[in-house]
């Protein structure tokens, strides 16, 4: 009908640039080529390390256990983060204005499935750990099916959310609500994501804190009881510790790219979101190259493995 707005499927991504008023450039300037050799630097670490953690958990039986086949899909998280992150610094800089449509979803579809992988599993890890520590166990009982199974399930969900854009939630058909940051995307989009992870990120900050209160209060009536063997306490506290630092390091890189997603999507005109764009998406990725230091650092057995392998 005549009311109907028109759809732009067939323009350009320099039209929808152009229409957000998003700078796109035509010409290799220092700054593009700067920004594409960090990334790319960056991308090549994040990839050689979190294959050696996940090499690492395969190879050594130790790790075959429920909290590390989640750690290792974590770190496989960070790997197609790392993929995600290669394939946008091989498609940015003059190389937009070239993308089809499609293309240019494909791009942003890589980077939103990586976060929501790594966000969903952070938050089965919370889970795991919670269980864990209130039943005192050291590793939880879940068998390896059902880990397989919530593994599984974690990659469909990143999948889903990574793909809703491309299927329908952009703003192709409505070219006021168009993004800045992300100019095919709809704001509607980028305010639901940015709240969504935000609230995902408070909610694992509860769950870590209530453990680490009861982990203080168990261990200093426990340690009471000559019965109690330390070497469990010690491991005990340093799991809970490496998993509170991965999670802490994740809230403190990804949280100022939600924050600016979410003034972006809330539309806000003073705030200069293109500006620090880049910045926080190298942050982001940075997080990726973090998880596997942690690992090495935290664990010996980790570390141990490590050499073998790199020896």
Not at 109 to 130: C, G, M, Q
Not at 205 to 212: D, Q
Not at 240 to 254: D, E, G, H, N, P
Request: aromatic share 12%.
């Amino acid at each position: 009908t005549a009311a109907m707005k028109p759809c732009f499927y067939n323009e350009s991504v320099e039209f929808f640039y152009n229409n957000s008023r998003k700078e796109l450039t035509k010409h290799w300037r220092t700054k593009d080529v700067l920004v594409v050799a960090l990334g790319l630097t960056v991308s090549v670490i994040v990839l050689l390390t979190n294959l050696l953690v996940i090499t690492a958990i395969i190879i050594n039986r130790r790790f075959h256990y429920p909290i590390y086949y989640l750690l290792g899909n974590l770190a496989a998280a960070d790997l197609f983060a790392g993929i995600a992150y290669m394939f946008l610094m091989f498609h940015t800089g003059p190389r937009t204005a070239e993308l089809s449509v499609k293309t240019w979803f494909i791009r942003q579809s890589l980077l939103d499935t990586s976060l929501t992988a790594s966000v969903v599993n952070l938050l089965a890890i919370a889970v795991e750990r919670h269980q864990t520590v209130f039943t005192m166990q050291l590793h939880s009982k879940m068998s390896n099916q059902r880990v397989m199974i919530l593994i599984f399930c974690i990659w469909v969900t990143a999948l889903l959310l990574g793909l809703i854009p491309s299927y329908g939630w952009h703003c192709l058909c409505d070219l006021e609500k168009c993004s800045s940051m992300a100019p095919l995307y709809s704001r509607s989009y980028l305010t639901f994501w940015a709240i969504s992870n935000l609230v995902i990120f408070l909610i694992m900050v509860v769950v870590y804190t209530h453990i680490f209160i009861y982990v203080k209060r168990k261990m200093t009536r426990m340690s009471k009881h000559t019965s109690f063997h330390p070497r469990y306490k010690e491991t005990m506290i340093s799991l809970v510790k490496t998993v509170t630092i991965i999670l802490s390091a994740f809230v403190i890189c990804w949280t100022p790219g939600q924050v600016v997603l979410l003034l972006d999507g809330l539309g806000c005109k003073s705030c200069n979101v293109l500006a620090v764009e880049k910045y926080v998406l190298l942050l982001a990725e940075i997080n990726s190259l973090i998880n596997a230091i942690v690992y090495s650092y935290r664990d010996n057995e980790m570390r141990s493995t490590f050499r073998r392998i790199l020896c």
